[in-house]
């Protein structure tokens, strides 16, 4: 025992070792564990959306590539079917592909959707870019 004054009072301290006791070291480690836990998933998390995010912006930049060749052969020739329209995808990413689609609206008017497919560890993802074309 120790004893130490306290105003006037004495106390009495039985000894005790510093240090912590098995149920104190057991609650941090379960602390610490779920708390690790908690930043591996919003981690995997975050990792997931920029994977996503990156494959969406590299769609955007491959289908408007595309839409800029439809509209210089739109512009060369109003009526052209684009099903003939060859467009070099030997530079893309594995994985890519594209369709196109032409509506007349009218005589003076139409519309051209560029459809990007690829696959992602979340299935197949499309992105559509469309416009419409007047003629000149």
């Known amino acids: 025992s120790r004893l130490s004054d306290h ?7 039985p000894n005790r070792t510093r240090g912590l006791s098995l149920p104190e070291i057991l609650v941090a480690f379960l ?11 919003v981690r995997t998390f975050l990792l997931k ?6 494959g969406q912006q590299l769609a955007t ?4 590539s595309v839409m800029t060749e439809v509209e210089a052969a739109i ?6 079917n ?9 530079d893309w ?9 032409q509506t007349v609206e009218g005589p003076q008017l139409q519309r051209t959707d560029v459809l990007l497919r690829w696959r992602d560890e979340q299935g197949t993802q499309e992105y559509r ?5 007047a003629r000149n």
């Open 49 to 54: 959306g920029q994977k996503k995010a990156h």
């Open 93 to 101: 990413p594995d994985g890519y592909e594209y369709e196109l689609f």
């Open 75 to 80: 512009h060369e020739d109003f009526d052209r």
């Open 82 to 90: 684009l099903a003939d329209l060859d467009i070099d995808t030997t």
């Open 31 to 41: 602390i610490v564990t779920v708390a690790t836990l908690a930043l591996v998933s």
């Open 61 to 64: 930049t491959l289908a408007s």
């Open 129 to 133: 870019l469309w416009t419409k074309f």
């Open 7 to 13: 105003g006037g009072v004495l106390m009495i301290h």
